[in-house]
């Protein structure tokens, strides 16, 4: 079992940016892919974006396409999200999760086993 902490997250304005980390340790992230959900007030779990195990292939929600990027350093065991042009919709706590299925790209929670305890964005209007 891999163990996620994140880090990053914080109060911002519209517009800025902001990155989060996702550190691993106990198992090398390089057996995982690895994905960012969040969780918006009042709302259940929704996809953000999701990596394969060697940063071959990504895919992101619609509705952060073009504005967020995924990316990782299996050297470093951390997974990073890198958010640009934030709106106040993007207010959530944010989630890594990590997926042994090493070259999917899921976005259904229940596919990933292993999950951080959460970073709080909040976006100011």
């Known amino acids: 079992q891999v163990h996620l902490v994140e880090s990053g997250g914080g109060l911002v304005q519209a517009g800025d940016s902001l990155r989060l980390s996702c550190a691993a340790s106990?198992?090398?992230?390089?057996?995982?892919?690895m994905g960012w959900f969040r969780q918006p007030p009042g709302k259940d779990h929704e996809f953000v974006a999701v990596?394969?195990?060697?940063?071959?292939?990504?895919r992101y929600a619609d509705s952060v396409k073009g504005r967020f990027t995924i990316s990782r350093d299996n050297a470093r065991n951390t997974v990073y999200l890198q958010m640009n042009s934030l709106k106040p919709e993007d207010t959530a706590v944010y989630y890594c999760?990590?997926?042994?299925?090493?070259?999917?790209?899921?976005?259904?929670?229940?596919?990933?086993?292993?999950w951080g305890q959460g970073t709080q964005v909040t976006v100011s209007a």
């Open positions: 990596i394969t195990w060697n940063g071959g292939s990504t």
């Open positions: 999760a990590a997926d042994p299925a090493t070259m999917r790209l899921s976005v259904r929670p229940a596919e990933f086993g292993s």
């Open positions: 106990g198992r090398t992230l390089s057996s995982y892919a």
